[in-house]
């Protein structure tokens, strides 16, 4: 069993920056993909960004290439998503999951721990 809490949303000017933070427990972290997505109200979960186990690999989805950037500490235990250049559309809720499986998966359906999620709001 992992248990991910995530921390780092609020409310944010377009144009600023937030990092969100995930710490998870309960699994050895460093076996562990992890993602993030975000659920905007009244649309699905979309991804967001992946990073490897060891942080060698990581993927994003386009509208946030160049602007967000996934990263993790694994002696933390802690995965990151420092988001800059944000703009209203990124306005969501925004989740941490883990995943087991050996390649970054993009599809929400294919992790297995998941956090509370965390607000983020940008104003325009």
């Known amino acids: 069993q992992v248990q991910l809490v995530e921390s780092g949303g609020g409310l944010v000017q377009a144009g600023g920056s937030l990092r969100l933070s995930c710490l998870a427990s309960?699994?050895?972290?460093?076996?562990?993909?992890m993602g993030w997505f975000r659920q905007a109200p009244g649309k699905e979960r979309d991804f967001v960004a992946a990073?490897?186990?060891?942080?060698?690999?990581?993927d994003y989805t386009d509208s946030v290439k160049g602007r967000f950037t996934i990263s993790r500490d694994n002696t933390k235990n802690t995965v990151y998503l420092q988001m800059s250049s944000l703009k209203p559309e990124d306005t969501a809720v925004y989740y941490c999951?883990?995943?087991?499986?050996?390649?970054?998966?993009?599809?929400?359906?294919?992790?297995?721990?998941w956090g509370q999620g965390t607000q983020v709001t940008v104003s325009s």
């Open positions: 999951a883990a995943d087991q499986s050996f390649s970054l998966q993009t599809d929400w359906g294919r992790y297995d721990y």
């Open positions: 990073i490897s186990r060891s942080g060698g690999t990581t």
């Open positions: 309960g699994r050895t972290f460093s076996r562990l993909n």
